[in-house]
Structure formats: C-alpha cells, structure tokens
C-alpha cells in the first residue's frame, strides 16, 4: 500500500468503533487526520491523542453532519488548519432497528437525516472543497445484500447512499476524483455487540466464509487502500467487506 504522506483524511463519525480505527489506520500511513464527533468528545479526544502519541497529526472538530452549517463549519476548520482536505471517509451513521409496521415516524427521520442526508451534505461540500486527485469512501452496510428484518430503513438509508455515491462519481470525476461505498457485515465493535444474546453473535459469526466477526481493522485496511494512487481507476464501486457472507 502506497504511503498516505502529505494527505489529508477527513473521517465523520470517527470518535470510536470502525471510525475511530479507520482514522488511526489512516494516520499509521503517513495521512493528517480530522476526527469528527457530534456528542462524544471525550472518545474523539482519545483517538487524536493516541495518534498523536505515534507521531501523527490529528484534530476532532465537533460537526453534527445532518445540519448543513455545521457541515460547513467541519470543512472550514479542517481546511484552515491543516490547509486542505484530500480524502473524506463518511461514516457517521445511526442504527434504530424496528419492524416496518412498528416503526415511527421519529425512527424514520433520525436515519434519514444522519445517514442519508449527512451524507449528501458532506458530499455537496466535497464537491467544491474536497481537493483535486482525492478520493471519498462512504460506509454502507452488507444488510443491503442480505435484508434482513428490523433492518428495512437502515438498509433503505445505505442503498440510498450507494446510489449517491455512483452518481457523484460521475460529477467529481473530471477532478480525478475517485467515490467508492465499503459494505461491512458484522463486525465486533461495542455498538454492534450491545443488546445481542451470545447466540445471535455467534450466528452471525458463523454466516461468512471466515466463521468470525470482522473487525474494525479488517474495515479500515479496506477504506485505507481506496483512498490508494493504485487504486484511483477504482470508482462508483460497492465492495463488501464482510468475508464473504453476501
């Protein structure tokens, strides 16, 4: 994997979990790293220090990415300290599981609004920001392949992003600019482990090729290599990174 020297990663939703390891893997690979966080400070402060403690370079800047100032804001500062933004990870996401004919209304607009239109607000900053020969990867999930019940709005918000991402490809791409969606299946953060009998665990452990969770390293070595030179021919692409279970 080609060094990420003199690059600039601006990852949503970084403050723990997959985030939080994709901007420590970006930051192990020479890049600048913006951690960003809506309510978890103290955990956004953690990783920048554990990255600055390996000699990198990282901020967190506080930005709610469904609220279209704040996304500004996230742009503006990251831009004015380090002096541009080359890579944007989005993965800032909400999971409110719940069959259709239970859900309200509530439910519905919480997932609409963070990850769907969190995602059209970074990428329409990106569009005149992000700088040129750079690259986005937007975080999709593997239940777009699989659907599952409870999961219909969540899958709904991430196949929505996909398609927004293949379209967007097309519209960046005279920058050289290269958008590509990482699809995780299950993987062993505290979110996902949170409220899940041992049982369900290990049945969803079992449903890929591996016979285990991911983890959050397994994603992030992903996300890193796209954001690669070598992999710039790569784009409007939906890669599952769920070993093999859909």
Request: aromatic share 6%.
């Given at each position: 994997?080609?060094?990420?020297?003199?690059?600039?990663?601006?990852?949503?939703?970084?403050?723990?979990?997959?985030?939080?390891?994709?901007?420590?893997?970006?930051?192990?690979?020479?890049?600048?790293?913006?951690?960003?966080?809506?309510?978890?400070?103290?955990?956004?402060?953690?990783?920048?220090?554990?990255?600055?403690?390996?000699?990198?370079?990282?901020?967190?800047?506080?930005?709610?990415?469904?609220?279209?100032?704040?996304?500004?804001?996230?742009?503006?500062?990251?831009?004015?300290?380090?002096?541009?933004?080359?890579?944007?990870?989005?993965?800032?996401?909400?999971?409110?599981?719940?069959?259709?004919?239970?859900?309200?209304?509530?439910?519905?607009?919480?997932?609409?609004?963070?990850?769907?239109?969190?995602?059209?607000?970074?990428?329409?900053?990106?569009?005149?920001?992000l700088?040129?020969?750079?690259?986005?990867?937007?975080?999709?999930?593997?239940?777009?392949?699989?659907?599952?019940?409870?999961?219909?709005?969540?899958?709904?918000?991430?196949?929505?992003?996909?398609?927004?991402?293949?379209?967007?490809?097309?519209?960046?791409?005279?920058?050289?600019?290269?958008?590509?969606?990482?699809?995780?299946?299950?993987?062993?953060?505290?979110?996902?482990?949170?409220?899940?009998?041992?049982?369900?665990i290990?049945?969803?452990?079992?449903?890929n090729?591996?016979?285990?969770?991911?983890?959050?390293?397994?994603?992030?070595?992903?996300?890193?290599?796209?954001?690669?030179?070598?992999?710039?021919?790569?784009?409007?692409?939906?890669?599952?990174?769920?070993?093999?279970?859909?």
């Open positions: 994997m080609s060094n990420l020297k003199g690059k600039v990663a601006l990852i949503t939703g970084s403050s723990k979990g997959i985030g939080a390891q994709i901007a420590k893997t970006f930051a192990e690979k020479g890049a600048k790293v913006v951690v960003n966080y809506s309510g978890s400070k103290a955990e956004a402060e953690q990783v920048v220090s554990t990255i600055l403690k390996e000699n990198g370079e990282a901020i967190c800047v506080k930005a709610d990415v469904s609220k279209t100032e704040d996304v500004n804001q996230l742009f503006a500062q990251s831009i004015a300290h380090f002096g541009k933004i080359d890579i944007l990870v989005n993965n800032a996401g909400v999971m409110l599981n719940t069959l259709i004919s239970e859900a309200s209304d509530a439910i519905f607009e919480k997932q609409i609004q963070i990850n769907l239109k969190g995602v059209f607000n970074t990428l329409r900053e990106a569009s005149t920001k700088a040129d020969n750079g690259s986005v990867i937007n975080i999709s999930s593997t239940v777009t392949r699989t659907n599952f019940p409870t999961y219909g709005i969540y899958s709904a918000t991430k196949a929505a992003v996909e398609q927004l991402s293949k379209v967007f490809a097309k519209e960046v791409g005279h920058r050289s600019i290269n958008v590509n969606c990482v699809l995780p299946g299950p993987t062993g953060t505290d979110l996902f482990l949170q409220g899940k009998s041992e049982t369900i290990n049945q969803l452990a079992n449903s090729a591996f016979k285990r969770l991911g983890t959050p390293t397994d994603i992030a070595n992903i996300v890193v290599q796209l954001a690669t030179n070598e992999f710039k021919w790569m784009s409007a692409q939906s890669v599952g990174a769920n070993g093999g279970m859909a």
